[in-house]
């Protein structure tokens, strides 16, 4: 019966179900590729602007006004990772070398940081925590912590951990230059 209707009735090489179903399947894919780019701007926006509010915390906590959050920043880079080039801090970041030294040199003149020898370069000074450094990020961190539990009380661990794991790849990919082939190759397209 659904072959007379012409529904079913093969028509070159698939059925008119099937060449409908594929354009349904297709128009699916473009709306839910759609939403999910919607919904991946909307996180990106989201976390612009939270962003700019942790700047305004930092600033507040740590008592120093403009370039507080990358004050914070390379603190606790060199309590995680240990002593660093400036270049080296500034490569993982999208600022200029210049701009990082700058932050550097001041928390070298409070006595937080200290400039020592590189065994692997004679120029290039590695920059590591001081006692007193130390002990500033321990204080920092304990006001942060006193700032942070609260905010978060509400928000479950899982929500947290998949927020944290999706911003992590979407930095990767930005970070592995992966959005500019992409990039190139929708504009070699048009």
Do not use: C
């Amino acid at each position: 019966m659904l072959e007379r209707s012409g529904i079913v009735g093969r028509s070159g090489r698939h059925s008119r179900v099937h060449r409908m179903s594929k354009r349904l399947r297709s128009r699916q894919r473009k709306s839910m590729t759609a939403d999910k780019v919607a919904a991946v701007d909307a996180l990106m926006t989201e976390s612009a602007l939270l962003y700019f509010r942790m700047k305004v915390a930092a600033a507040d906590l740590m008592g120093k006004g403009a370039g507080s959050s990358g004050r914070r920043s390379i603190l606790k880079e060199l309590a995680r990772n240990g002593s660093r080039t400036v270049a080296h801090m500034a490569r993982a970041r999208p600022v200029a070398r210049q701009h990082f030294q700058k932050i550097v040199d001041s928390l070298n003149l409070e006595g937080l940081v200290e400039f020592i020898p590189n065994p692997a370069h004679e120029r290039s000074k590695l920059v590591r925590l001081t006692p007193k450094g130390r002990l500033f990020l321990e204080a920092l961190t304990r006001r942060e912590t006193k700032l942070i539990a609260p905010l978060a009380a509400d928000i479950s661990m899982h929500d947290v951990q998949t927020a944290a794991k999706v911003l992590r790849e979407l930095k990767n990919k930005f970070a592995s230059g992966e959005w500019k082939r992409l990039s190139a190759t929708r504009t070699a397209r048009r």
